[in-house]
């Protein structure tokens, strides 16, 4: 999972985010943790191990090749996980939040101007993110539901079409949200990973020697003397350390305590024995006799339940992705960066808990599609990877601005730390690139779609609010001249959207050209996003007046918050305003876009895809929750 910029963050905590990040909740707080944020990476054992013996044959034909691979599992998950972000990464929070956006949103405060690349990485590193939550749900259930195969060796026909049935289960519970399930994602969770520490101990008390593995060195010697299959074996290492980015993402959910103490006090400790059971399993049965170690050194008696626990574990993972892609979407639409979607609120208390329809749907779509195309979890493996380490990059690079030019440390120490990290995430990218034409081609290319769809809705805006503000009528010069020349006036108050704070907003003006009245109270409403992830009421919104009929309001939300403008209005008392919803009129301008004569081929294609995007985007009266019956729509056409 990544960005496991998950944030299926909201998904494992409804009561966690209700209680805060209190010392007294910190129980329940890191057992929410446990379920949600290391659900995926909890989930990398049934495969990564067995991966990195079988990518290449003879790959691991002796026990010191063995001990060689273990090594480099272990300082996988320790440099990158422990280290990186446990450590530093969790540390960089934008006013409690975590992830890719939020990185980015952080970077950029520390300018006046931000540079265009530091906004490029958090459009790649969010691409990058979607791209990987199509193959996460896949390889993860499929991996756990491929036990059933040593069940019984008959269901292996059976194994596609299981995990079709439980993924599209999986989506079909999305639209009655994830506050129940939740709950049992913490405790299930955290027997999955005892179970995971019980079951490797067992093979390590009979052969302890596999404890070798731990000295770096053979590591170092096992790529030395495999050069030429390197690059193969450290991208099926790095299946190992794949949703170490949901450390990050749910940081606004738990806090960094509860996280650290989750990884420190059962994640790493119990993901290391199994690693290490698992190396001492196959030496003790020889390589050329092991298939999926994994599930091999279960007892045959216990072989089934742990069957079904994996597969419980896996749906977890899951549905921690499903839920942060939910997030991630809705933090993007916040920052402009994707046209406006539908989202539907699953829990009366909880405003993380959210459902997006358009993005459960195209989801679920690539996920069948990818299980059904690969039809395994090996082969599903080869796609998987590119799309992680992609974000990983993006997170250092953002990380390393941070670090600079927020918490002020020496350049020499922020030189050495990136140059350290990108060589090792470097390694993890170039490891899995080389995996391309194998199936790594898939996330790259959802990555590559998403990045042009957010960038072409970027610069479409960015070209739409050039050539109306061109065509607009300064709302100073409207104002005075209406206050010289009063019209007639009606009861009530008009609020008139707009998104520019200096032009007179389209829909004022074709009222007044056609209706040729005034309310007694016109309120100029601009809604803002802030780089923050909340906004405290007591700053929410602040009121100019013009005169005694015109009024500039602007109501500003937090990137991570549901824009709801009546309950923002509602604020407004405090400062003097007496809103009344039953009195008052919302106008908005509605746009029609036509396409026009374009300079060049890039231009036309991609002003044809913002008119798309535009059309389907959702209405905006549903996504600022104002009530329907309150609303006058006004049309305009706009060429671009």
């Known amino acids: 999972m990544t960005q496991a910029e998950t944030t299926g963050h909201q998904a494992g905590i409804a009561a966690a985010d209700h209680i805060g990040h209190a010392k007294s909740n910190l129980p329940i707080l890191t057992l929410g943790a446990i379920g949600v944020v290391?659900?995926?990476?909890?989930?990398?054992?049934?495969?990564?191990?067995?991966?990195?013996?079988?990518?290449?044959?003879?790959?691991?034909?002796?026990?010191?090749?063995?001990?060689?691979?273990?090594?480099?599992?272990?300082?996988?998950?320790?440099?990158?996980?422990?280290?990186?972000?446990?450590?530093?990464?969790?540390?960089?929070?934008?006013?409690?939040?975590?992830?890719?956006?939020?990185?980015?949103?952080?970077?950029?405060?520390?300018?006046?101007?931000?540079?265009?690349?530091?906004?490029?990485?958090?459009?790649?590193?969010?691409?990058?993110?979607?791209?990987?939550?199509?193959?996460?749900?896949?390889?993860s259930v499929l991996s756990a539901v491929e036990g059933l195969e040593l069940v019984q060796p008959g269901m292996t026909r059976w194994v596609v079409p299981i995990t079709l049935v439980l993924i599209l289960g999986v989506f079909a519970v999305q639209r009655f949200g994830t506050a129940k399930v939740s709950i049992v994602f913490g405790p299930v969770t955290a027997i999955w990973f005892l179970t995971l520490g019980i079951a490797g101990l067992s093979n390590i008390i009979q052969h302890p020697e596999i404890l070798w593995a731990i000295n770096p060195l053979l590591g170092v010697q096992f790529l030395v003397t495999h050069f030429g299959i390197a690059f193969v074996v450290i991208g099926a290492i790095f299946l190992a350390v794949t949703g170490a980015e949901a450390l990050y993402v749910d940081l606004g959910h738990f806090g960094r305590k509860p996280i650290v103490l989750a990884w420190f006090g059962l994640v790493f400790p119990c993901l290391l024995l199994n690693y290490f059971g698992q190396g001492a399993y196959v030496i003790s049965h020889g390589v050329d006799n092991v298939a999926s170690p994994f599930f091999e050194m279960i007892p045959e008696w216990g072989l089934?339940?742990?069957?079904?626990?994996?597969?419980?574990?896996?749906?977890?993972?899951?549905?921690?992705?499903?839920?942060?892609?939910?997030?991630?979407?809705?933090?993007?639409?916040?920052?402009?960066?994707?046209?406006?979607?539908?989202?539907?609120?699953?829990?009366?208390?909880?405003?993380?808990?959210?459902?997006?329809?358009?993005?459960?749907?195209?989801?679920?779509?690539?996920?069948?599609?990818?299980?059904?195309?690969?039809?395994?979890?090996?082969?599903?493996?080869?796609?998987?990877?590119?799309?992680?380490?992609?974000?990983?990059?993006?997170?250092?690079?953002?990380?390393?601005?941070?670090?600079?030019?927020?918490?002020?440390?020496?350049?020499?120490?922020?030189?050495?730390?990136?140059?350290?990290?990108?060589?090792?995430?470097?390694?993890?990218?170039?490891?899995?690139?080389?995996?391309?034409?194998?199936?790594?081609?898939?996330?790259?290319?959802?990555?590559?779609?998403?990045?042009?769809?957010?960038?072409?809705?970027?610069?479409?805006?960015?070209?739409?609010?050039?050539?109306?503000?061109?065509?607009?009528?300064?709302?100073?010069?409207?104002?005075?001249?209406?206050?010289?020349?009063?019209?007639?006036?009606?009861?009530?108050?008009?609020?008139f959207l707009t998104s520019d704070i200096e032009g007179a907003p389209t829909a004022l003006l074709h009222s007044l050209k056609h209706y040729k009245v005034l309310h007694e109270q016109n309120v100029i409403l601009?809604?803002?996003?802030?780089?923050?992830?909340?906004?405290?009421?007591?700053?929410?919104?602040?009121?100019?007046?013009?005169?005694?009929?015109?009024?500039?309001?602007?109501?500003?939300?937090?990137?991570?918050?549901?824009?709801?403008?009546?309950?923002?209005?509602?604020?407004?008392?405090?400062?003097?305003?007496?809103?009344?919803?039953?009195?008052?009129?919302f106008f908005l301008s509605r746009r029609s876009l036509k396409l026009g004569k374009k300079s060049g081929p890039l231009r036309f294609w991609q002003d044809r895809l913002f008119i798309r995007l535009a059309r389907n985007a959702s209405d905006a009266t549903e996504y600022f929750h104002i009530p329907t019956g309150r609303v006058v729509e006004i049309g305009t056409q706009v060429v671009i």
Request: some cysteine; glycine content about 8%; overall charge positive.
């Open 38 to 139: 290391y659900g995926d990476i909890g989930t990398s054992p049934i495969y990564a191990f067995r991966q990195a013996m079988y990518v290449r044959p003879g790959a691991a034909s002796s026990d010191i090749e063995v001990l060689g691979l273990l090594s480099l599992i272990v300082w996988a998950l320790t440099l990158t996980v422990a280290v990186k972000y446990v450590f530093f990464v969790t540390r960089a929070d934008n006013n409690g939040e975590g992830g890719t956006l939020s990185l980015m949103a952080l970077a950029r405060k520390t300018f006046t101007n931000p540079p265009v690349w530091i906004t490029a990485l958090g459009v790649l590193g969010a691409a990058l993110f979607f791209g990987d939550a199509i193959i996460t749900p896949a390889v």
């Open 526 to 585: 601009t809604v803002r996003t802030s780089a923050s992830p909340r906004v405290p009421d007591d700053e929410k919104v602040t009121i100019d007046a013009y005169n005694e009929l015109f009024f500039r309001v602007v109501v500003t939300f937090g990137y991570m918050e549901t824009p709801n403008i009546p309950t923002a209005l509602a604020l407004a008392r405090k400062l003097g305003w007496k809103f009344d919803i039953m009195s008052t009129s």
């Open 304 to 495: 089934l339940p742990f069957v079904i626990l994996a597969t419980m574990a896996t749906i977890i993972a899951s549905q921690a992705v499903i839920t942060g892609t939910y997030s991630l979407t809705q933090q993007a639409i916040a920052l402009n960066m994707l046209p406006r979607m539908v989202v539907h609120h699953t829990s009366a208390t909880q405003s993380g808990q959210i459902y997006m329809p358009q993005i459960n749907s195209m989801l679920m779509i690539g996920v069948l599609v990818l299980v059904a195309a690969f039809g395994s979890s090996s082969a599903l493996s080869n796609a998987y990877g590119i799309a992680v380490s992609g974000v990983m990059i993006v997170t250092l690079m953002l990380l390393v601005v941070v670090m600079w030019r927020n918490w002020k440390w020496h350049p020499i120490a922020v030189v050495l730390f990136g140059v350290a990290y990108l060589c090792i995430d470097g390694g993890f990218f170039a490891a899995n690139v080389s995996k391309l034409f194998q199936g790594g081609w898939v996330p790259a290319a959802v990555a590559l779609f998403v990045a042009l769809i957010m960038w072409s809705w970027m610069a479409g805006r960015r070209r739409l609010s050039e050539k109306t503000r061109r065509d607009e009528v300064p709302l100073e010069f409207l104002v005075n001249n209406l206050a010289k020349k009063k019209p007639t006036t009606v009861p009530g108050t008009a609020i």
